[in-house]
């Protein structure tokens, strides 16, 4: 069975977000880490490992150079290798140009399942795992709480969205899955894991190498646009209140009321 895991490389902190003069992320002025959503999928690729004697897990990512420390966290959490689509062209991508090159990275890599986050920490459109794997023609098991597989079925389940159910899903290999944080708390890998990710191999690849051509990606080509960014006003700051109990007790409770607490 082959596996590839997406990992996105976002910064840490969404405080910390810093924008370069087209509006878009500057993530080489922030610091950067693999986002949770996807810990919690190659956790998922780690697991049906242990369960499997024939699986090879590739941890996948596109961006720019600091985002191969995305990759080295997958390694170190299980994957066997790992692809780095890097290429300038790529800069400002948005999601229908994402899909489009992760889709023939994936055609190239060869899948039996592709796994990820559900949402991306630094857009949270959800839209990559649905318009994925209508590019690659699989199904696509989106927001599952849990994962197994059979010889060549993938068994899920999800809440149902009203919060009052549960809903089986079943699709035959190769698909695209995405998966929620109540799919399995990931595991932080042992100091060896980490020693060894450094040895693991990632390859490179350009958007010559998967065939696509730089007018189809990037900036220029992207279908939306960010037109202003205005900062989050900043939280007032914290008050202490000193009056007698009964006092104090009325000032909190006018505080919440205004705040929309109560």
Request: proline share 5%; glycine share 6%.
């Amino acid at each position: 069975m082959k596996i590839v895991v997406l990992t996105k490389h976002v910064p840490q902190a969404i405080g910390e977000v810093s924008f370069g003069p087209d509006l878009t992320v500057d993530r080489s002025a922030v610091r950067c880490r693999l986002q949770d959503a996807d810990e919690y999928a190659v956790e998922q690729a780690a697991r049906i490992a242990c369960r499997r004697l024939d699986v090879q897990v590739t941890a996948l990512t596109m961006g720019p150079s600091g985002a191969s420390a995305a990759l080295r966290t997958a390694l170190a959490r299980g994957a066997d290798e790992g692809v780095h689509i890097l290429d300038d062209a790529l800069h400002g991508c948005d999601a229908p140009a994402t899909s489009l090159v992760l889709a023939a990275a994936c055609s190239r890599l060869g899948f039996d399942v592709v796994l990820c986050g559900t949402a991306s920490t630094d857009s949270a459109m959800s839209v990559i795992p649905a318009m994925l794997a209508e590019r690659l023609g699989v199904p696509a098991l989106c927001r599952c709480d849990t994962l197994r597989t059979d010889e060549d079925l993938l068994h899920a389940t999800r809440d149902d969205g009203a919060g009052v159910g549960t809903e089986n899903l079943t699709a035959a290999m190769p698909a695209v899955v995405s998966v929620t944080d109540r799919s399995g708390e990931p595991r932080y890998p042992r100091f060896e894991a980490i020693a060894d990710a450094r040895q693991k191999l990632v390859r490179t690849w350009s958007l010559a190498d998967l065939g696509i051509e730089t007018t189809h990606v990037g900036l220029a080509a992207a279908a939306t646009k960010v037109g202003k960014v205005t900062r989050a006003e900043t939280p007032p700051a914290t008050a202490t209140v000193t009056e007698d109990p009964q006092t104090a007790a009325v000032r909190i409770a006018d505080f919440l009321t205004q705040q929309q607490f109560l």
